[in-house]
């Protein structure tokens, strides 16, 4: 476009030199404020319950504020309000049954206002304006920008009043907690995991489509649901493999409509006199819509764990490319004698029971399983819900993002031993490492996904991110599923991890590879990675700093399955104006609204002002563009 043309459209939103000018000044004077405040989470792995309370309390940052605003407060009242973020509903209908409870609905939208104002003082009034409920937006912006209250006293008073009188105190409170929130967090980064293990990450998907200001760096989980929604049968196999095996029923049915009928008739049918005892959920949540008896719950996983078998090698013999030769075990199996052979090893088999599988033709599925798995892939392709939460990951989402001078994925980048870039094959004779290999990665996901694709056999590079070799969301040799249900022998069960976590694990060459990868990506100095993905065992000493301070790995164990593992339930990064602190989550936080622990874990160099941001480039651009714009101006008058 030529520069005329673009001045005259820029014109048309700029009209003369003076509306120019006034932005200029506007923009200007936003790049002096302090940055908003980060907050990065992973692997939330569908525990909806903690990563909502998480977020509503800022993960401990609005009850450090409430402490210091009201430190001359009773303990009890500071709790109160703290609670009153989490679950404004029960705290309100609690307050209910006590005397003085219209003076106290006074009283916390007194403090609710003030606490909003502390937590918007880094925005312009604009920025708060657009995040305040529409329907209190106004109500609300003459509470929190008062000149002169002692002016404006009975006019506040009487707000207040007729927020009473009208029965508006109560929904008036709860829009305010919301708001404190919603301010507190400026951006929101999820590296990865929304998906499995945790009984809705589907109520998480829709938590945060409310959220105007979030990104994803998508986990190895996430693609995998991207490819069941895309109808590629070896990921929704997967997929329904986890989720039996969690007992997530009610977000499968209830939640995305998926029908499992097809599948509870097929395993109660096929599986009718064998226990699978080695298939029993593991119960963290129990559902509410959809209970499955637990025998019951057993034979379907087992009847989709071979189907996802049979599903996968067909998958993996068509592509050699992935070098996944050695999961491809069903035809390995001799079943005289009850044996697998992996590797060079035979193994005898704990289960042997395999009414569906043909021996002299292991992979081909029967009638009735192809039935059942074209019957449900029909439920993944036409659930609207589904489909919306894939879409918000598509358009928010990435393999890895670049912000603020921080470097975001969520397992690895592929390497080899000696810390060089691990060349993968894509196929077709040709290999791609680093940074050019992630963005092939992502280019692809999005050509599979906008290609319409929804048949079985196309979107095979989802699966392949979710558990390859050389997968960067995955980080593993391979994935030993079939083993871990059949073979006794736990040396059967290790899955070796890329390179690159060793790399970040020894102290003589962690700085130096993060400084290797963030080169890679065009990070400058004082750029971190910021990763999830592999839980942080805290409870044995592991920091999640790594690096020399260059790698903040974010995966605390969130999910309730890691939790014995990791000692903790999650962690937080928070990188605001002035540093970087990590906020230690416990799982009492749910029960007791006991604060995490926060540790500043790094300070700035000075202030980060939005001067020093990826938007503060961006208005720095739109400054220049506007001084363009005038000089334009200047120069059609001094034509004339």
Known sequence: MSN????????????????????????????????????????????????????????????????????????????????????????????????????????????????????????????????????????????????????????????????????????????????????????????????????????????????????????????????????????????????????????????????????????????????????????????????????????????????QFKAEAQLILAHPEYHAEARVLLDKIDFEKGTVKIGDTEYPMRDTNFPTVDPSNPFEFTEDEYDVMERIAASFTSSKRLDSHIKFLLTHGSLYTIFNNNLLYHGCIPMTMDGEFEQVDIGGGKTLAGKEYLDYLDKEVRRIYYSGCNDKFDGHLLWYLWSGGKSPLFGKNTITTFQRFFVEDKATHKEHTDPYYKLIANPEVDKQVCKKILTEFGIKYGGHIINGHVPVKHKSGESPVKGGGLLYVIDGGMAKSYQGTTGIAGYTLIYNSRYYALAQHNANELISNEAPSIQVVEYTEGRVTVNDTDTGAMLRQQIEELKELIAYYESRRYEK
């Open 4 to 307: 005329k043309r673009f001045m005259s459209l820029l014109s048309k939103e700029f009209p003369d030199i003076k509306s120019a000018a006034v932005e200029i000044i506007n923009l200007s004077a936003i790049l002096s404020l302090p940055k908003g405040t980060e907050y990065f989470f992973s692997d939330l792995h569908g525990e909806h319950e903690a990563f909502i309370h998480m977020l509503k309390g800022a993960s401990g940052v609005l009850k450090e504020k409430i402490d210091w605003l009201f430190s001359d407060s009773p303990a009890e009242e500071r709790d109160e309000l703290t609670t009153l973020l989490y679950y404004p509903e029960q705290t309100i209908a609690k307050r209910k049954e006590c005397d003085g409870y219209e003076e106290w609905l006074s009283g916390v939208i007194i403090k609710l206002v003030a606490l909003t104002k502390n937590t918007a003082n880094k925005y312009t009034r604009s920025k708060v304006r657009k995040r305040l409920p529409q329907g209190f937006a106004y109500i609300m912006d003459e509470l929190l920008h008062a000149d002169d209250e002692a002016n404006k006293e009975h006019y506040y008073k009487q707000i207040l009043k007729s927020l009473y009188e009208t029965g508006m105190s109560e929904e008036f409170i709860k829009e305010l907690a919301r708001t404190v929130s919603i301010l507190a967090i400026d951006r929101l980064h999820i590296v990865g995991d929304v998906f499995d293990r945790g009984a809705h990450p589907d109520y998480i998907m829709d938590y945060l489509i409310g959220y105007d200001n979030v990104d994803f760096q998508w986990g190895n989980h996430d693609i995998l649901w991207m490819g069941a929604a895309f109808g590629n049968w070896a990921s929704i196999a997967n997929v329904l493999r986890i989720n039996c095996a969690y007992n997530n029923f009610d977000m499968l049915e209830i939640g995305y409509g998926i029908n499992l009928r097809p599948l509870s008739s097929f395993a109660l049918q096929t599986y009718a006199d064998d226990e699978c005892k080695f298939f029993t959920p593991k119960v963290f949540d129990k559902n509410k819509f959809d209970p499955v008896d637990m025998k019951l719950a057993a034979k379907m996983h087992k009847a989709i764990s071979i189907i």
